[in-house]
């Protein structure tokens, strides 16, 4: 496991962090879609200029209303992220919400991923939920993100299931 002494996991700066934000964010969605097929198309269909615009100004208002909740894994400049969605929103399901959390692939396995994480239950454990609890949602098939949240005590608790609008 390769370290990386010199980075630090600190708040969200928008007017510093913002270009490497959005390029993470992008890998993070397509890593999502996979390599091909559909879902693939679907989610390098969504990253358009009108998407980046409108999730860099949803980043700004949550880290605007809770600025610990948008937290980077920054070296010379970010090269991860976790998203906490702010106490104003715990009311979508009566807790603290991990929205996203991504790692450059040179990163992984650095403990990196940890230091989000503990940054994020620490900001977590700050906030007036309903209920004290984090949750997130998991790719079934992604076995080392699997791995990572049972290492932190974190347990299923209800399945995620979606339906497709574009199909009603």
Known sequence: MEQHADVIVRPYDP?????????????FERELGGDEGAKATKYEGKLTDAYRDRYRDWVADCAGRDPGCVLVAA??????????LPEALALIWDAAVVNELYLAPAY???????????????????????????VLDVD????RAYAFYDGYGFESWAEMVSYGLEDS
């Open 75 to 84: 070296d010379d400049g970010p090269v991860g992220y976790l998203f906490l």
């Open 15 to 27: 007017s510093a962090d913002w270009p490497a934000l959005w390029e993470l964010k992008a890998a």
């Open 108 to 134: 992984r396995g650095t403990g990196l991923a940890g230091e989000l994480m503990d940054a994020a239950l620490a900001h977590a454990a700050e906030q007036d939920l309903p209920l004290p609890r984090v």
């Open 140 to 143: 079934p098939n992604n076995e």
